[in-house]
């Protein structure tokens, strides 16, 4: 059984030859400080094989799962104090920390647990690039043709950003892909001083389709949040945030002018991912460059630094 690499810019998965993709995946992420490198793939559960690779499974997520009002049942059920019941649980079997919080007693709903908040810092530089969540973080070049793969689903930067009129400002610029996983700390910062230029939301899409060799697949299109910032030494930077498919709420916390480490907002219950494009005069560091290109993702924490302002940022005209 050989193993098949997917274009280095699809960048986080490589699947068995031979096997369902959905059930055995290699998901490599390497820590920064000891170069070692994990796999955290073939995690994904039967019941999402369920549905997402079996008819019945795709009639349940397109009748129920994946209407609006139950990610909105799903959401509500989460907010309340029966919730907090599942924390400790889920804190052990994701080997998740609580007592830094006060342990598990100390959370009145799940989603409470989940968002939980914390302080942070850096010492970074005014002009060095720091990372803006606790993430598995993949960068790459931003090149026509690029194409990001998010919770198993391709998108070109039009596709996230609803064809954001600001995409060619990053030409040659860097694309950084902040996935969270379940065990992080799920608030994210801004990378730089700053003020909001404009917001949008794109709300999901999830439906089967059936391709012309007759096999039916699942089409997913995740709900996004877009903003446009300009920053003091950033530049123009584009922030899109990716909810999950069932259940994840996306709040911003809505501040027009910002500081960096200011918190932007927050994911509840649900996977989630940051993207941020960033400039040409932007350098993210080797290391990271390096192992994105070998499709091998880097844990890095909010603050720490991950690049350089090699330039002042272009003038906007």
């Not at 992420?29 to 549905?51: N, P, Q």
């Not at 096999?215 to 903003?227: I, Q």
Request: charged letters at 25%.
């Amino acid at each position: 059984m050989k193993l098949e690499r997917p274009h280095s810019q699809d960048g986080i998965v490589l699947t068995m030859a031979g096997t369902n993709d959905a059930q055995v995946r290699r998901v490599l992420v390497r820590d920064r400080a000891t170069g070692e490198i994990h796999d955290e793939g073939a995690t994904d559960s039967g019941a999402m094989h369920f549905l997402y690779s079996t008819p019945l499974g795709r009639l349940a997520l397109n009748a129920c799962l994946a209407r609006p009002w139950f990610s909105s049942l799903a959401g509500r059920a989460c907010d309340t104090s029966f919730s907090s019941r599942f924390v400790d649980g889920f804190a052990q079997k994701n080997g998740i920390d609580t007592s830094t919080w006060g342990g598990p007693s100390s959370f009145t709903s799940f989603n409470e647990f989940f968002a939980r908040k914390r302080s942070t810092s850096t010492d970074a530089q005014p002009d060095e690039l720091v990372a803006i969540a606790d993430s598995r973080l993949s960068a790459y070049p931003i090149t026509p043709d690029l194409q990001v793969t998010i919770k198993g689903s391709p998108y070109t930067l039009a596709e996230l950003t609803g064809n954001c009129p600001e995409l060619e400002r990053f030409t040659e610029g860097t694309a950084l892909v902040f996935r969270l996983g379940v065990d992080n700390y799920h608030r994210f910062v801004h990378v730089d001083d700053g003020r909001v230029l404009a917001r949008a939301t794109i709300p999901g899409v999830l439906r089967t389709v059936r391709p012309i060799d007759g096999n039916e697949g699942v089409y997913r299109r995740n709900t996004r949040a877009v903003t446009v910032m300009q920053t003091e030494h950033c530049g123009r930077v584009l922030y899109i945030e990716v909810g999950a498919t069932l259940v994840a709420r996306i709040v911003d916390e809505g501040a027009s002018e910002f500081k960096r480490l200011d918190e932007k907002g927050h994911f509840e219950f649900g996977g989630s991912t940051v993207i941020l494009l960033l400039g040409s005069h932007i350098q993210v560091d080797n290391d990271i460059l390096k192992a994105s290109a070998e499709n091998i993702e880097t844990h890095v924490v909010i603050g720490e630094k991950i690049g350089v302002i090699a330039s002042a940022p272009p003038r906007i005209h």
